[in-house]
């Protein structure tokens, strides 16, 4: 069984937030494919596990 916290998952707000960047830099993120994100009806969530991946990422690189 999974951590409850890799299940949560957040807005594109939310992510814009923990991130320090623009919504619409969160939606041009998930267009290129760097976020993945989940449609369910019409909300799209990201799961914070997949955030804290790319923010691990990020760090690894340099960025941030």
Same mark, same amino acid.
């Given at each position: 069984m999974e951590d409850?916290?890799?299940?949560h998952l957040?807005?594109?707000?939310?992510v /814009? #937030? *923990?991130l320090?960047?623009?919504?619409?830099t969160v939606w041009r993120?998930?267009?290129?494919g760097q976020?993945? /994100? #989940? *449609?369910?009806?019409?909300?799209t969530r990201l799961a914070v596990a997949d955030?804290?991946?790319?923010m691990d990422q990020s760090k690894q690189r340099g960025c941030a």
């Open positions: 409850a916290s890799s299940e957040l807005t594109v707000r939310e /814009a #937030v *923990k320090g960047i623009s919504v619409r993120m998930i267009a290129d976020l993945h /994100a #989940v *449609k369910m009806r019409r909300c955030v804290l991946g790319y």
